[in-house]
């Protein structure tokens, strides 16, 4: 079946403009994570959603970040005011309910010039 | 403290050799282990869970010592495919969080 796919693959936006990043989870999947990787770096927890909730955001650098999830499938990431420092890829994942197995996406790449 | 350790590496080893990476982590609540493997500029891929009796699929073997807050991989009969970045995962335990290693990175050679 079809897997994680977020859109688009790579942004390029200037410094201070707004971003939407998309994430289409697998059919199913009740819980999705957003994660970010810098370049040598490990992905860094930002959110997590079970359902259309916000089960934790403690992983957000600031209030330029937001995320929603309105219907409980797709979500997305909004980046307020861009900053250089905020270029990396943005991963998903999901899993299924009472499972922590992840699948993840193929990332968008996030250039902030 | 980071959550998890690692070194990044990286190991370059000749095929057919055996490779270990050790990870670890600093909450000793943690829920869950896992070992997943990264191609460049690819998504990260679940290559095993890692339970306290450690456990085993074909030549990667993975282990836990909750007493000393390290997991290992050992890799045997290296092939060139196993080339990647291995991360080390840890979750909180609440289990919502999941906290990624810097990864170690691994280079079969000929």
């Known amino acids: 079946g079809a897997g994680v796919s977020q859109t688009p693959s790579n942004k390029v936006t200037e410094k201070g403009k707004y971003v939407e990043l998309r994430c289409d989870p697998i059919s199913g999947h009740t819980a999705l994570y957003w994660y970010r990787q810098s370049l040598g770096q490990g992905p860094e927890f930002l959110i997590y959603?079970?359902?259309?909730?916000?089960?934790?955001d403690s992983g957000l650098p600031n209030d330029r970040f937001f995320a929603v999830r309105p219907e409980g499938s797709v979500s997305t990431l909004k980046i307020q005011r861009t900053e250089r420092g905020d270029s990396a890829v943005y991963l998903c994942?999901?899993?299924?309910?009472?499972?922590?197995?992840?699948?993840f996406g193929p990332g968008t790449r996030l250039t902030v010039l | 403290r980071k959550e998890v350790e690692q070194d990044p590496g990286p190991f370059n080893v000749p095929e057919g050799a055996t490779v270990a990476f050790n990870c670890t982590y600093s909450n000793s609540a943690s829920q869950s282990f896992f070992w997943y493997r990264q191609d460049c500029r690819k998504e990260p891929k679940l290559l095993m869970s890692v339970y306290s009796s450690g456990n085993e699929d074909g030549r990667f073997t993975a282990q836990l010592n909750r007493a000393s807050q390290y997991i290992s991989l050992l890799i045997r009969d290296s092939k060139l495919s196993d080339s990647a970045t291995y991360l080390c995962?840890?979750?909180?335990?609440?289990?919502?969080?999941?906290?990624f290693g810097t990864g170690t990175s691994l280079t079969v050679i000929p």
């Open positions: 995962v840890v979750t909180t335990n609440t289990g919502n969080q999941f906290y």
């Open positions: 994942a999901s899993s299924r309910r009472g499972s922590d197995t992840q699948y």
């Open positions: 959603f079970q359902g259309t909730g916000a089960a934790d």
